[in-house]
């Protein structure tokens, strides 16, 4: 009668990495599979009447609620606006749907709308509509937020990883790793974070310039979340069947997360973004939108940090500093969980 | 040194209630105020560059996950619908979160994601981004949720409370109370329930027929959820400064519900409904607003419970079956909490 082990869901599951592919391929894509989740994008593009829109949704369940750089409420409004504009979507509307736990301090939630206020207005993307459950004491944890939003895909506008090819320049937009460290630090009481703070910033307006500026040369556009920018490449490396190629010497790496993740024994590349990009850009407009990036404050550490390939094995190498090769990976376990 | 006591977030705040007002109005709308929240629908309506579209959000958090006639999977399909559906939205697109906790079942989530794929399909609805959180055991709840949703709304549609007036008759989908009761009983493990299951279902169909038969006869919409039939109507006659009356024995109530609520003191009219709707429709469509319900499934036990007075107090009245006058308020504490 031995007991059959029943699988369970576990933090990695979390981690945007391949425990999460397992789950979406395994389980959820096997269920509800059509044209625009098997996409497995961040958002959806929807075909209506005239138009195209995006939708795409997050949820965020951040710990600690605040850091220094933002908090959970200033996250969700970011990282839901950036989802829609790494499809080239320019955002009109946000939803906010709350569960809170009984107990949680009014002050705090009010602290979270000041800062949900402040980057729906300086972001020009209002909240439209929203819900809120409260669950007893236990059974959630102080406050989760989902944030779902609708951008509209102005006409012409074809941004995604479908268009990337060889010989395309892979850019960031600058320091990688600060949103994850700067949470890891906090929850863990960890005092060697010094000034870091976290990234979170919405990236639509740096998109929305890089569209105009450079037309149909924008091929595809990523925000390096969850996983980090090593995810992301792997994972583009993967969909398009194309090798690309990162020089670990141009990444922008602050002092005190290369510190951190050092101490930590964690890769930088896998740490989560919160106010990042990576685009891919046609090789003739690589330097043009370099520039582009840096004369906006979104952008001003932009550097060129590797390119695609020919090969056609969809591999990801990174040149090392020491002047070594080194293949990049799927993220496995999950390091830092609770990242947003 | 007296410290000064700490607001903190009560069940009540979820009730959907008067708790739930004072916590959105007091709180939120200072934050976040703008035209489209304000208006506290359920749906938020989008004029896009040609047409109109419906934008909603809701998280689910219901306890017990699964129950007679549903489970958390084909709650948050339906019930997204029908915020879409209420505001005489075609519901063309649902985004889907989950935040799961540790230790979850993948075969408990795996039945979920069936009921959902189920929902979906039956209602023509298909999910087209989502997103999946991990937290660890014991700050969440096995599964939460969220699911937001966009519906287009024709040309020519206009419902929503801004459009009832005096004369209006009140029409019910069908009989109250049998998804709050459900949940209930299963909960605390009460046996008395019988055969009662959630009402919980899809509405936009009976929607569209009813838009397409009654056209601008048909004035509102609204779906009695959390706070049941009381609080909609309670709602309706502040916003729309009219008063209104229900006579109870119209009201289509099982009599699993009737027994359950007086063994446990609620009241029937409070209790959530999650696949009925309540139509305020002009006097002389009223008739045929019924018999076009009572031939679909969804509303085969329609029935006209009250009108619209010409009174201007905003007042909404019981007519109770021993012939008396009873005054209907606004939900206060919370009865049932988690039941969505």
New interface residues.
């Given amino acids: 009668m031995g007991g059959e082990i ?9 981690s945007g990495g391949l425990k ?1 592919r397992e ?2 391929e395994g ?2 894509l096997k ?2 599979n ?1 044209p ?2 098997s996409n497995l ?4 593009t ?1 075909e ?4 195209r ?1 995006a ?7 951040v ?1 600690p609620i605040s850091f220094p750089g933002g908090d959970i409420g200033s996250l969700s409004v970011h990282g839901t606006i950036n989802d829609l504009a790494m499809k080239g979507a320019w955002p ?2 946000l ?13 705090e ?2 602290q979270i ?2 800062s ?2 402040l980057a ?1 207005k300086k972001a020009g993307v ?11 004491r ?4 102080k406050i ?1 937020i ?1 944030t ?1 939003g ?1 951008g ?1 895909i102005p006409d012409g506008v074809d941004v995604g990883y479908h268009r990337i090819q060889s010989g395309d320049v892979i850019i960031v937009s600058g320091s990688v790793g600060d949103h994850g460290v700067t949470i890891l630090t906090r929850r863990e009481g960890l005092g060697f974070s010094g000034d870091l703070k976290s990234d979170t910033m919405a990236l639509h307006g740096l998109v929305k310039t890089l569209i105009e500026e450079l037309g149909p040369d924008l091929h595809c556009l990523r925000d390096p979340t969850r996983g980090g920018v090593a995810t992301v490449l792997v994972e583009l490396a993967e969909r398009t069947g194309l090798s690309m190629e990162v020089d670990e010497e141009s990444i922008p790496i602050r002092d005190e997360v290369k510190g951190a993740t050092e101490i930590l024994g964690l890769d930088p590349l896998y740490i989560a973004n919160e106010g990042k990009l990576i685009a891919w850009v046609s090789e003739g407009s690589a330097k043009r939108a370099v520039e582009i990036m840096r004369q906006r404050i979104e952008g001003k550490e932009a550097n060129i940090i590797g390119r695609v390939l020919d090969g056609k094995d969809a591999r990801v190498t990174l040149n090392t500093i020491v002047g070594g090769k080194r293949a990049i990976y799927a993220l496995t376990g999950n390091p830092l ?2 990242i947003c």
Same sequence: chains 1, 2.
Avoid: M
């Fill in positions: 029943k699988r369970q869901i576990t933090l990695d599951h979390g999460t789950l979406i389980l959820f269920r509800l059509n625009f989740l994008e961040d958002s959806a929807l209506l009447n005239q138009g829109i939708f795409t949704t997050d949820s965020y369940v710990d009109v509307a939803s906010l749907s709350f569960v809170l736990e009984e107990g949680f301090f009014f002050d939630l009010d709308l000041a949900i206020e729906s209002p909240i439209v509509t929203g819900d809120t459950k409260v669950v007893p236990g059974k959630g944890d989760f989902n779902s609708i509209i969980p609770r």
